[in-house]
């Protein structure tokens, strides 16, 4: 058996792979695939309609809420989120959590003023008022590290790329004005973000934004503006039905808390031989970063976990070290394989 633990791409579900191969690339009557269909046509409209009615259902989303299907990546939001959502002399707040929170200040920042803050230690925020809206990364895939609590951002609305951690856990959707996921971690294979957006925001879009770009545009025109990326979009609705299939979002979470519950247990087993070096109560349940208290044993340890069938640990090159991702679609056989290697090395180089 083979794991793969890389943070994104990450693995999909095998049900969803199986179902895909036959669904989404059969022929039909008509000698074309559902790729091979018309994005304007009755095939794909219905696809659409449900992919959002079940993620409308996975998330309890309330009434006042949009789901839009983007074409691309979360970075492409990191732009597109200040253009669509900053009035003239506006000014927005960036919260810097890590390295992808820094990212999307530093692209934001072209196309806005912006402000940074760190989460204060005494938990009391103070937002200007002024601030067309406070964004937020509560998941940091890098660091491994997950915000504990939300900022307190009163009538300042608050945006978050969930990319990581979107749907791995019940989300109090009401508490955000935006939210956004890129899709190769949790969702579908690369190519589609998915966004969700209160409805008092999409006034906010200027007239002048290209098209494809305006979050009002793509609304009024069910995510349909262009092309939008058909094959993610199917792949995500299976992903969504496979998820409800499961139990929701709580049965994800329940089963994340026992995965992750497993590595870190290890980690901290180990005698110090491994070093998970995030604070315990910030310690993303999805992405473990961790290291060998002796760096010069790093490539020992990925050759012999890769011997063993466990794939894709090397951590992000921004901390180097380790990192193991156990988004919804790991199995928790997978969690415990690792836990045990984890084990047995320390064991025996310890
Ligand atoms: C992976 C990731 C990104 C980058 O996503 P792209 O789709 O490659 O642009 C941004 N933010 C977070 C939190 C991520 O995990």
Partial sequence: MAWNFAAGPARLPDAVLAQAAAEIFRRGADGACALERPFSGPDFRALLARARQRLAELLA?????????????????????????????????????????????????RQADT?????PADGVW?????????????NETVDGSACASLPETGAVP??????SSFLTAPLAVDKFGFIYASAQKNIAPAGLT??????DLLERSPADLPAPFSYRRQAEANSCVNTPPMF????????FDW?????????????????????????????????????????????????????????????EAAAAGLHHLR???HFGGLRASLYNAMPEAGAQALAGFITDFARRRG
């Fill in 315 to 317: 951590g992000h090159a």
């Fill in 61 to 109: 989303l309330p009434a006042n809420y949009r789901i839009l299907f983007l074409a691309g990546g979360a970075m492409q939001q990191f732009s597109i989120l200040p253009l669509n959502l900053c009035r003239p002399q506006q000014r927005a707040a960036y919260v810097n959590r890590g390295y992808w929170s820094a990212r999307a200040m530093a692209e934001a920042s």
């Fill in 232 to 239: 993610a979009i199917q792949m995500a609705a299976l992903v």
């Fill in 158 to 163: 608050l945006a978050a790329d969930c990319t």
């Fill in 115 to 119: 402000i940074e803050f760190f989460p």
């Fill in 194 to 199: 998915v966004a969700i957006i209160r409805d």
């Fill in 126 to 138: 103070a937002l200007p008022a002024d601030c067309a809206y406070c964004h937020i990364t509560p």
């Fill in 243 to 303: 998820i409800a299939e499961q139990g929701g979002l709580t049965a994800m979470a329940a089963a994340g808390r026992r995965k992750a519950a497993r590595v870190y247990g290890a980690i901290d087993g180990s005698g110090e031989v491994f070093v998970a070096p995030v604070a315990v109560d910030q310690r993303s349940p999805v992405n473990i970063r961790f290291h060998l208290a002796d760096s010069a044993l790093t490539e020992t340890f990925i050759s």
